[in-house]
Every structure is written in structure tokens, then in C-alpha cells.
């Protein structure tokens, strides 16, 4: 495969001024990463500063009604309330061991920029977060923590007003300012090595479910679910299984663990902006990647929406692309209502608040219990806490909020 | 169709001892019939060779400026294939060469080769290149077979950071004109240069043979004092679209650039 491919996807599609720069964050990980050092520290920094590893938590009471058995990695329980944090801690340590002085970052929901405020603050870097005007008001409590973290906060105003300008921008200030700022990029997207950095630094969540599956119930899940956005948690979740399934597939051990990615599909209605660019996108370029993208038939990016802001962008991590390509992982579409009505069953029934994106994993589950296997193992990826979410909680769902 | 006609054009210019000029406007800006009256209105006032726009939702390389007229473009209808069938079916005619600059994600979608012919079958004037700001030296193998077809130049643009092993490698793939951008930055009117400019611009005049453009930030001509050397030609986008917005005449602006003081 070409350097920086997964199969047709992927690439290096930004201006030639953004190639110095790329290539000297590729080489920045092959040299610093491997060694003891970095990974000591970033081990140290998730620990005992993020507050890994997370528990796999058993769900209960909708376990019993399900018939299987209901586990969350919970990624909730993070310190910022995400699992952004597993890769601006990253990202924040790399550039330092760079030399670099400063991070600029996107944020959609607001818990990408957080985290990167939050890593910068720890680690005396400076940090500048843009933000889609829309996403600035509709996550405006996130907007007042990465200010009291120090970061410089930006409205963008152009385009759609969404992530998908607010990276446009970072993408812009990053030219400019690339000898002394890292682009610390937060999903599993954007051109080489950005995919491939997230997926690793993301992989975490993975690595940790298998063993805690081992230990808790003595073998792999059943099915492992995940919602995505750019895909940086449905990724991290997902990569080490896919190598444990290509073993499984060469006939080294058990059986295959079904991975299901969920993308929003926005109301549902015909004909709605959604945020489902592999089930209803088609393969383009957008953010210096060859990926599938919501775009018309001239080649312009369409808006996206989802009642989640973090998962509203209408393109997606490349590798996501060819997972769906070659059946690695299944990828379904979860509308808005679903994804309310998953969050206030796990508010109700196990006393968690998830957020939105991470409802979007769950609803999947609720809604194809039938089909999975009774008395198995079922793991959601709860990527995020719900806390952000009140706002829309209390228009969407007034009745809950009492 | 021909790349070795945007050579020609800006060394047809320079034998003249002035600096070969090159007006940007985006296609369907300020709307769709006004911006043909601007593009013969650049020809007319001496444009070497013209850039037109293509319109993209999300020009990662453009400031305010560029940006907002493409955004105003595409909502008065202005696309690819609009821009296409118009090249092959007006009455205009430009006597520059015409480049047509824009992202890759229109000319993938379009089709390269089904572009480059239809290009190729402009009447309006020559299409003689492309320049595509997303297309680096390492994704560009197929938009430059695709235009090759046609012998149409794919125009490499080059910037103060490019390091002199990636110059000679444009170089050996560069046809048309080379484009230097002259600041580490987004398109956009700048009120100097950096003193990085005249290392670059050397850089750049040691790697390449064909003529150098500097882009990116030119208003004014003064700007050019102090250069080590005259570029062959130069680029102006954000403060012709400016001009043009403020209601300005594109043949004012083209004026301006004229006088002794562009002498090469
Ligand atoms: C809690 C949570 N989950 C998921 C996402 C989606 O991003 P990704 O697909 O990169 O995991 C976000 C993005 O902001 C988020 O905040």
C-alpha cells in the first residue's frame, strides 16, 4: 500500500506549505514514540492524571430485558468527561519532545478543544481552539471551560459554521504558525500521519477491553459497538480487535468479534443533512484525506447535521472507508430519536448520563437486541459523559428533565 | 492547449521589460454574466495570462477574501461543468492563456480525463494548465496524466518553507510556470514580505526552468522593491476581487501594475 493509504483512502491532500510540517510530525513519531522515555510519560500522564485504565462496567437492569449481557468501557469516566483526552495527552507530549511551543486544535462538541486545553495547560503549551460559531452556541459550556483552561477560543463564521469549518481554519492558522504550533488534530481523520497517530494513540481503549474481557468473563466479546464521528473512538476501540479477527480469520484462535460502527443519521426524514457519510456518502477528498464524503454531484461538501455535535462532520477517518470496504467492521445508521431514546434508557436504568455521540452506540444495541446473540457479550464504547449535552437534553427531551 | 504557451506568454512579457501579469478572479463572481464582462476586461487591459477560480466549499488555502467570493460563487450556480460549457460555447475571446486554479475534490468528481478534454475544448480561450492547491508532488500523478493528455501544465506552487530537495523535485515534473507563494500563509492582501522571500525566490530561480510567478499577498508593485530580482511574472487574487467588490474597474487595478515602477 502507498505510505499513508488504507487501500484507496487516505493521502496527503493539503498545499505543499503543510508538507514540512506533516513530514516532520511523521518523523517526530518514528523517532519519539517507540522509545521508553515518551512511553513512560504518557503512560504516567493517562494514569495519574487522566485517570486510566477505565472499567468495563455491566449494565444490569438492561441487560435482564435484553438477554445478553450489556458491558460499557467507559470512557466516560476520563478526566474532561472523553475519550479526546487518550490522544491530546498524546499529541500535547509529542510536540513538546518536538520543541513546539504551542497546539492549535478544531473542536466540534467542544470535548476535542477541552482536552486539548486541558493537555496544553499540563503540559506549558499555549493552545488556540477553533469553533463553529453554531457548535460555540449549542456546546457553550465547553466554550467556558477551554477558556478557564487558558485557551484561546475562536468562532468561525465561514462556511457552515460547523467542525467542518472550524478544521478549515485550524488547518489556515496552521500554515501560518506551523514553526512553532502543533496541529493537534482530534479524530482519526485529515491527511497522513494524523489517522494513523489517533488510531494509535486512541488504541488504548481497545488494548484495555480485551484484557478486561478476559478477566471478567474469561473471553472476547460477542459484538463490540461503537458510534463515529471523524471515528477516533470507534477506532480505537476497533483496531486491535481487527488484528485479533485477522488471526482469527488465518485460524490462530476463536471465533470472529462482530464490530458495528454507528453513524448519525441526522431527524431521518427524506432528504435531511445527516452526519453518514459512509452508508449515504461518496469516496472524494476533503481535509487533506481521500475518504467518503457528504458532497453534491459537482464535488461540494454538503452541510451535515446530528443532534450530536461531535459526530456532525460530513466526512470520515479514511480507515473507516476501508473497513467498510473490505467488511472489517459493519457501519449503521442511528437517527436522532434513536439516539434520545438510548440516553434517557441509560440515565433511567443504570444512573448513567452518556453523551449524545456515545447514545448513538447504544440505540444500535436497543434497537437490534433481537438479533443478538442471547446470554453473549455485548461491549458499547461509552466515549463520552453527557454532561455537555444539558441544553439539548432539556429541548429534546423536556419530560425527562422534570 | 499547450503549457509551453504560458512560457511563452510571460516571456513574451519580460522581452517587453515589464513583469508578466497575472490577474485571479473566481469563475461566477460577483455573478455569473458579470464575471465573463471582468475576465475579457483583464484581457483587454494586457492580462499575460489569466487564473480563473474554480469554486469549492471548503479552499483550505484561501483567506477571507478568495474564500468569500468563492462561497458567493457557488451560490449564484457557478461549477465546474457550468464553468466548462461556458469556456466551449461563448463568444468572448481572450488572447491570454487561461489557467483554471482550484481544489481537487470538483476535477476528481467531474472526471480527470473527461476535464481535460473538455477543457481542451474551450473556445473562450486557451486552458493551457491547472493549478490545484490541495495536490502535492505526492498525490498529483494521475490530475497531471489526466492533463498531460491535453498538454495542459499542471502548475506546482512552491512556498518559504519548501526545502531545495522538494523544489528540484517540482522541477522535474514543473511545465507552464512555477508559483511561488510569497508568504507562509493564506491567500490575502500582506503589507510586506518576509525577508524569507529573497532565499526562496533565489531557491526557486537555481531550481526551475520555467518562468517564476510570486503570488499570494501582492496589492501594489512597490512591493516588489527590495526583492533581489524581479520575478518573471506576478500574481494578484484578494486585492483585484477587493477592488472589484468596492465596485472597482479590473482594468484600474491592471493600470496600476503597469507603470515603470513593474519594470523587469
Ligand atoms: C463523547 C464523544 N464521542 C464521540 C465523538 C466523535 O468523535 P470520534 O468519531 O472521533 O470518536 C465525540 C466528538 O466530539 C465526542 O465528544
Known amino acids: 500500500m502507498k505510505k499513508g493509504y488504507f487501500g484507496q483512502f487516505g493521502g496527503q491532500y493539503v498545499p505543499e506549505l503543510l508538507m514540512p510540517p ?21 503512560r504516567v500522564l493517562l494514569h495519574s492524571y487522566a485517570g486510566r485504565e477505565t472499567p468495563l462496567t455491566l ?87 477551554m477558556r478557564l483552561l487558558g485557551a484561546r477560543v475562536c468562532p468561525v463564521g465561514s462556511g457552515s459554521k460547523t467542525l467542518k469549518d472550524a478544521i478549515n481554519e485550524a488547518l489556515r492558522f496552521w500554515i501560518a504558525e506551523q514553526r512553532t504550533t502543533h496541529y493537534c488534530f482530534g479524530t482519526a481523520a485529515g ?11 486512541q488504541s488504548v481503549i481497545g488494548q484495555e477491553t480485551i484484557r478486561q474481557s478476559r478477566e471478567i468473563f474469561g473471553r472476547l466479546p460477542d459484538v463490540v459497538v461503537a458510534c463515529v464521528g471523524g471515528g477516533s473512538n470507534a477506532i480505537g476501540m476497533f483496531y486491535p480487535f481487527v488484528l485479533l479477527n485477522e488471526d482469527a480469520g488465518a485460524g ?108 448513538h452506540a447504544l440505540a444500535w444495541v436497543l434497537d437490534n437486541a433481537a438479533s443478538l446473540p442471547r446470554g453473549g457479550q455485548v461491549v458499547v464504547n461509552l466515549s463520552g459523559r453527557g454532561d455537555k449535552d444539558m441544553d439539548i437534553i432539556r429541548k429534546c427531551l423536556p419530560e425527562l428533565c422534570g | 492547449m499547450s503549457a509551453e504557451r504560458l512560457t511563452e506568454s510571460i516571456k513574451a512579457a519580460n522581452r517587453q521589460g515589464r513583469v508578466a501579469l497575472i490577474p485571479f478572479i473566481t469563475a461566477g463572481f460577483p455573478d455569473l454574466e458579470k464575471f465573463w464582462d471582468i475576465l475579457a476586461e483583464l484581457d483587454e487591459a494586457g492580462a499575460d495570462v489569466i487564473e480563473i477560480g474554480v469554486p469549492f466549499s ?141 532565499t526562496a525566490l533565489q531557491m526557486a530561480n537555481r531550481n526551475f526552468a520555467v518562468p517564476l510567478a510570486l503570488g499570494f499577498g501582492l496589492a501594489r508593485p512597490e512591493q516588489l522593491e527590495g526583492l533581489p530580482f524581479r520575478p518573471q511574472a506576478v500574481v494578484f487574487g484578494s486585492a483585484l476581487l477587493k477592488q472589484l467588490e468596492e465596485g472597482g474597474r479590473a482594468a484600474d487595478f491592471m493600470a496600476r501594475w503597469k507603470q515603470p515602477s513593474a519594470g523587469f
Request: charged share 20%.
Open chain 1, 22 to 42: 506533516l513530514l516532520e510530525l511523521e518523523e517526530a513519531m518514528r523517532s519519539f514514540m517507540p522509545g521508553e522515555e515518551f512511553k513512560k510519560e504518557l
Open chain 1, 59 to 145: 449494565c444490569p437492569a438492561l441487560s435482564a430485558r435484553l438477554g445478553f449481557n450489556l458491558w460499557l468501557k467507559r470512557e466516560d469516566l476520563l478526566h474532561t468527561g472523553a475519550h479526546k483526552v487518550n490522544n491530546t495527552l498524546g499529541q500535547a507530549l509529542l510536540a513538546k519532545y518536538m520543541g513546539k511551543t504551542a497546539l492549535v486544535a478544531e473542536t466540534g462538541a467542544g470535548q476535542h478543544g477541552v482536552a486539548t486545553a486541558a493537555a496544553a495547560a499540563r503540559l506549558g503549551l499555549a493552545c488556540t481552539v477553533f469553533m463553529g460559531e453554531e457548535d460555540v452556541e449549542r456546546q457553550a459550556p465547553n466554550v467556558q471551560r
Open chain 1, 191 to 201: 491527511p497522513h500521519p494524523f489517522p494513523t497517530l489517533v488510531r494509535d494513540l
Open chain 1, 252 to 359: 490462530k484462535t476463536g471465533g470472529k468479534v462482530r464490530l458495528v460502527g454507528t453513524e448519525a443519521g441526522g431527524t431521518g426524514e427524506p432528504g435531511c443533512y445527516s452526519s453518514a457519510s459512509l452508508n449515504l456518502g461518496a469516496p472524494g477528498v476533503l481535509h487533506g484525506q481521500h475518504t467518503m464524503l457528504l458532497q453534491d454531484k459537482d464535488g461540494q461538501i454538503l452541510p451535515s447535521h446530528s443532534v450530536s455535535a461531535g459526530l456532525d462532520y460530513p466526512g470520515v477517518g479514511p480507515e473507516h472507508a476501508y473497513f467498510k470496504q473490505t467488511g472489517a467492521v459493519e457501519y449503521a445508521v442511528v437517527v436522532d430519536s434513536r439516539a434520545l431514546a438510548a440516553f434517557a434508557a441509560l440515565c433511567r436504568s443504570e444512573g448513567i448520563i452518556p453523551a449524545l455521540e456515545s447514545a
Open chain 2, 58 to 198: 471548503d479552499p483550505v488555502a484561501d483567506g477571507p477574501v478568495v474564500a468569500a467570493a468563492s462561497q458567493r460563487a457557488i451560490a449564484n450556480g457557478a461549477t465546474l461543468a457550468w464553468l466548462l460549457r461556458e469556456l466551449a460555447a461563448r463568444k468572448e475571446r481572450c488572447k491570454a492563456p487561461l489557467v483554471l486554479m482550484g481544489y481537487y475534490n470538483p476535477f476528481l468528481q467531474y472526471g480527470l480525463e473527461k476535464f481535460a478534454q473538455q477543457a481542451g475544448a474551450a473556445r473562450v480561450g486557451e486552458v493551457s494548465g491547472c493549478i490545484v492547491p490541495d495536490l502535492p508532488l505526492e498525490e498529483s500523478a494521475a490530475m497531471r496524466a489526466a492533463l498531460a493528455t491535453e498538454n495542459m501544465a499542471l502548475i506546482p506552487l512552491v512556498g518559504l518553507n519548501t526545502p531545495e530537495e522538494r523544489m528540484a523535485a517540482y522541477a522535474r515534473a514543473a511545465s507552464g510556470y512555477v508559483y511561488l507563494v510569497s508568504v507562509l500563509g493564506t491567500t490575502g492582501e500582506r503589507a510586506s514580505f518576509s525577508p524569507e522571500i529573497s
